[in-house]
RNA sequence: GCCGGUGUGGCGGAAUGGUAUACGCGCCUGUCUCAAAAACAGGUCCUGCAAGGGUUGAGGGUUCGAAUCUCUCCACCGGCACCA
């Protein structure tokens, strides 16, 4: 027996920290024999405070490291801040203090809230983005894409305000189009920009292969966002000022090429110009004009009501040698295909509505096989469907399953056109004309233009010091300390890039810096990268199924690319939390007055029973509402299993078998099995379920006899391992007040023997036409003639029976017996 | 509009072809207490005196048996959205 006491979770939680830190636990080593298990969280932008979101997150997600860690894995779970970003920037405004000293005392408290969670963090592997230990080689990274012709400039739009003459984020662009700092109209400028060629790995991204469990939502999402269509490139011609041009669409149907009334180019393209005609020339300015006054957000809110303007200008289809006029509508994006396309009408819904509203004639080229002729201009909607081919000249009754192919086939005979694949994906623009962000190293020359600085001058410094202009402009393009600089190749004077890089750049490759996070000589040494990566389990939220998932998909493929890296996917099995709700059901925010700071239930309840509740709101990829009330039901248990242990728990070794000892022995394997499978499979919720189960029949028997056997005290020892993921403080201080020596956590994980998760005896449900009539119990191995004997003689079930004809008996051994009957 | 998901007691949820409502919250009763809290014990889907009957968003289908598979519809949530 040992010295009873009250659970003080205050005490013993940074008791155990303190104690795990001194011993370095949770270190992962290189050297291990035990196999790797690499186990990444999403680090944590340094906002402040860490909120329920990031304990509704990390709780679990620690839980299935420590099960992992006992499972006899060497568990490497580093954690790190993603620091770079606009909120320490308008923090540095707003406040008048630097961005980095804001960064820096953030991420300062939420390492001691981080430590006060008591999970098996690896401190020693921490990785800053915004220090110049981690820049320097995100640095490094940009010139290695740039080496390999993956990162180029040129002008691309950017969102701008023409009142505080700078570029804005697209959440710095109010819903009505408006600069959320002085609510002047935003315009698209173009301006040089960095992108980097993701769009060369579409196909690449396309395949998930080699990924061993990912949700297929995400998987979808991001198919989708990749956007793959397979069709045809086909030119179409004209003759401008005497001379022969050539101008391409992209289209998915070229079966319906017959059917082209008119043509449209986008707002942007280039022929605009050359193709209208003079009469109409003011008109179509004024239309390009407000097309591109438009931001994006604009474009995409706009009504669907179809606007656009005619050239005067026309354009001949190569394939009927019909001349169809030209149109611009900004329903056409410059960005995707040509930024030009065909027009059909009478078999494409947008085409539909351009010609209705523009009185353009309606031509029907493709009929499904069992359909009569009809006049198109009677119809409602286009026609979409597959279909045999009419009105189309040589081509007539060319069959659907044949259309699409013949017509490629001829155009690429001809020379005019030919088999093409689209991707909606476009390059990745990571030009940020901003502050606080790792600096493009890149430098102008005026006698050699665009030159790399070399990588043993890495990195380039973010100035540490600098005066904001209260329009937000970046102080970079004000610094000459920063500015100027001399050519890296002929010594003279010189002007450094002013950008900096996406943030997304910054996550795209933070989980290779953890397998090796003090190498001041390269990114990584590549034998350390062998030992940990691949990523083992990744987990974090949905809302990054597709940015920052896709971009470190693309970085590691790349660099596979460039020889950096031995495998080509970063992550291979990936996790989605749901999000944590206040307890209105709603998303927890300011405006609603719902939030709740987690700290307050750390210092009434402690961390543990916290950890346990988060886990216990439901599934862990569903979410759910935060409720305080419902932490009690945590705090009762953890503490009826701390009464228990201090009030049973003794030191009887001598194995007396009694029927009860028995049965707690089956209790403890059956408890065991229910667990490793829960957390196996992500399931915290019912895995605390099963321990309470354990916990209340264990409770049930504390003052019987057997409460003094050698199975009662291996299953209070049992349970105690079993509970250490979840609650990794009260399990620590139990295991030593019991009398062991050696933390809990590295014990090896509790082994069941299949044979004793079966009781001796189950509950046999009797039914008749599937209807629940009886219960027995009966002995775990009776034979299914035994069953049906026992079923028939059962006087219960004969009254059900009466008259009837029993057809048939069907037995589900070990649940139930249900007999199908018939009346006469 | 397209794609994906969800729908079970007063509430969070469990059960993924075999006992619907495990586990927990809340509520009710009791023990203890001068009293309250805490703790502990018992009860708690609807209907019915009972035997029984009914119930997993609605309706149909498959099956000896359906919350689970399938079809139609409804509601809510998430993603994408003029992508040619």
Request: glycine content about 6%; aromatic content about 12%; proline content about 6%.
């Amino acid at each position: 027996m040992i010295t009873r006491t009250k659970y003080n979770p205050k005490e013993i939680e940074s008791k155990w920290q303190a104690q795990w830190e001194a011993d370095q636990q949770y270190h992962a080593s290189d050297d291990s024999p035990k196999p790797k298990f690499y186990h990444l969280v999403m680090f944590p932008y340094p906002s402040g405070d860490l909120h329920m979101g990031h304990w509704y997150n990390y709780s679990p997600f620690d839980t299935y490291g420590r099960f992992k860690r006992m499972q006899g894995n060497n568990v490497m779970q580093p954690i790190g801040f993603d620091a770079f970003g606009l909120p320490a920037e308008n923090a540095a405004i707003k406040r008048g203090i630097q961005a980095r000293t804001w960064t820096l005392a953030n991420s300062e408290n939420m390492r001691k809230q981080l430590r006060s969670m008591g999970a098996q963090w690896d401190w020693s592997r921490e990785v800053v983005t915004c220090q110049s230990d981690y820049y320097r080689w995100t640095q490094w990274l940009f010139l290695q894409f740039y080496k390999h012709g993956l990162a180029y400039r040129t002008k691309a739009p950017a969102n701008w305000c023409t009142n505080c003459n700078t570029t804005l984020a697209n959440e710095q662009v109010l819903a009505d189009g408006t600069c959320e700092r002085c609510g002047s109209i935003v315009i698209r400028k173009e301006i040089d920009q960095w992108l980097l060629k993701i769009s060369s790995y579409a196909e690449r991204l396309l395949d998930f292969s080699s990924v061993i469990d990912w949700p297929e939502k995400t998987m979808v999402m991001q198919r989708n966002w990749i956007g793959r269509s397979k069709g045809a490139e086909i030119r179409f011609t004209a003759e401008i000022g005497g001379k022969h041009e050539e101008i391409p669409v992209f289209t998915t149907r070229p079966d319906t090429i017959y059917g082209v009334t008119f043509f449209v180019l986008a707002p942007e393209h280039p022929w605009v110009e050359k193709i209208t005609i003079p009469e109409q020339k003011t008109a179509v300015d004024a239309y390009v004009k407000q097309a591109l006054r438009m931001t994006e957000i604009e474009r995409m809110s706009a009504e669907k009501e179809k606007t656009g303007i005619f050239t005067g200008g026309y354009v001949t289809n190569p394939v009927s040698g019909e001349k169809v006029p030209v149109w611009i509508s900004d329903y056409v994006l410059m960005s995707y295909g040509s930024g030009a396309i065909m027009g059909v009408p009478a078999h494409d819904q947008r085409d539909f509505a351009f010609a209705r509203k523009f009185g353009i004639p309606i031509r029907e080229v493709i009929r499904p096989e069992d359909e009569q002729p009809s006049d198109p201009e009677t119809w409602t909607q286009a026609k979409e469907a597959l279909g045999v081919m009419v009105n189309s000249g040589p081509f007539d009754g060319t069959p659907a399953d044949r259309a699409i192919a013949e017509v490629i086939q001829y155009v690429e005979g001809k020379g005019i056109g030919k088999l093409m694949v689209n991707y909606r994906l476009r390059d990745w623009l990571i030009s940020r004309q901003r502050y606080w962000g790792a600096p493009i190293p890149i430098v102008y020359c005026p006698e050699h233009g665009t030159v790399p600085v070399p990588e043993d001058q890495l990195p380039v410094w973010l100035p540490e010091n600098v005066q904001f202009k209260s329009t937000g402009e970046s102080p970079l393009r004000y610094e000459p300390d920063f500015l100027n600089t001399t050519c890296p190749i002929c010594g003279g004077p010189a002007t450094r890039e002013a950008d900096t890089m996406d943030t997304f750049i910054d996550s795209s490759w933070y989980f290779l810096r953890y397998a090796d996070p003090h190498n001041s000589e390269a990114a990584w040494n590549p034998e350390k990268l062998k030992k940990w990566l691949p990523v083992d389990q990744y987990v974090g939220g949905v809302e990054h199924a597709i940015l920052h998932l896709l971009y470190s998909r693309f970085f590691v493929k790349a660099l596979h690319d460039m020889g950096h890296l031995d495998f080509d996917e970063p992550f291979l099995r990936l996790f989605h939390q749901g999000m944590v709700l206040g307890s209105d059901g709603q998303k927890m925010s300011k405006s609603r007055g719902n939030v709740e700071a987690p700290d307050k239930y750390i210092s009434k309840y402690g961390a543990d029973t916290v950890r346990c509740y988060m886990m216990f709101i439901g599934p862990f990829d569903a979410g759910g509402s935060f409720k305080a009330e419902n932490l009690e039901g945590i705090w009762r248990f953890l503490n009826r299993f701390w009464s228990l242990v201090n009030e049973t728990w003794t030191d009887n070794k001598r194995d007396v078998e009694t029927r009860e000892s028995k049965a707690i022995e089956r209790l403890r394997h059956k408890t065991i099995k229910r667990i490793t499978e829960d957390l196996s499979n992500f399931h915290f919720n019912t895995a605390l379920a099963a321990l309470m189960e354990c916990n209340n029949a264990l409770i049930k028997q504390q003052n019987d006899a057997v409460a003094q056997s050698a199975a009662y005290r291996r299953t209070l020892e049992t349970m105690m391992q079993l509970l250490a993921p979840f609650a990794p403080h009260i399990t620590e201080e139990l295991w030593q007040q019991t009398g062991h020596t050696g933390s809990i956590h590295n014990t090896d994980w509790p082994a069941y023997d299949q044979a004793l998760t079966q009781d001796e005896a189950f509950t046999l449900v009797i039914q008749v036409n599937g209807k629940v009539r009886e219960r027995i119990e009966v002995p775990a191995d009776i034979s299914e003639q035994e069953v049906r004997e026992l079923v028939l003689n059962n006087p219960r079930v004969a009254t059900f029976i009466g008259e009837t004809t029993i057809q048939n008996i069907i037995y589900i051994p070990g649940r139930l017996a249900n007999v199908v009957v018939r009346k006469g």
